[in-house]
Nanobody, 121 residues
Framework: QVQLVESGGGLVQAGDSLTLSCTTSGNPGAMAWFRQGPGKEREFLATISWKGTTTHYGDSVKGRFTISRDNSEKTLYLQMNLLKPEDTALYYC?????????????????WGQGTQVTVSS
């Protein structure tokens, strides 16, 4: 397991953009972003392989969010565009040991504490 720390959350207006970052303590394999809104289950957003060559997105963010990573900086990013009020949630990054991107929550064994994103209408 590795330590993960998210940052970059905040209060924005609908239509704005925001970039989240997740710094790691080690060298994780594949990584991902999830979110959990009030009263909702944790939702998969995006995943990226260790090399960064494979990505997958959840339907609710496809075309608006972009996941990327810089292994030399040990940082994962989530570029979020055209934000909507329904994007309001606590955003988590996650990591696993193997290099293969996965949409499954259960495949990740390291989680950050989350960063809050609030989108006003």
């Amino acid at each position: 397991q590795v330590q993960l720390v998210e940052s970059g959350g905040g209060l924005v207006q609908a239509g704005d953009s925001l970039t989240l970052s997740c710094t790691t303590s080690g060298n994780p394999g594949a990584m991902a972003w999830f979110r959990q809104g009030p009263g909702k289950e944790r939702e998969f957003l995006a995943t990226i392989s260790w090399k960064g060559t494979t990505t997958h997105y959840g339907d609710s963010v496809k075309g608006r969010f972009t996941i990327s990573r810089d292994n030399s900086e040990k940082t994962l990013y989530l570029q979020m565009n055209l934000l909507k009020p329904e994007d309001t949630a606590l955003y988590y990054c996650a990591a696993k040991d193997d290099p293969f991107a996965s949409v499954l929550t259960s495949s990740y064994d390291s989680w950050g504490q989350g960063t809050q994103v609030t989108v006003s209408s």
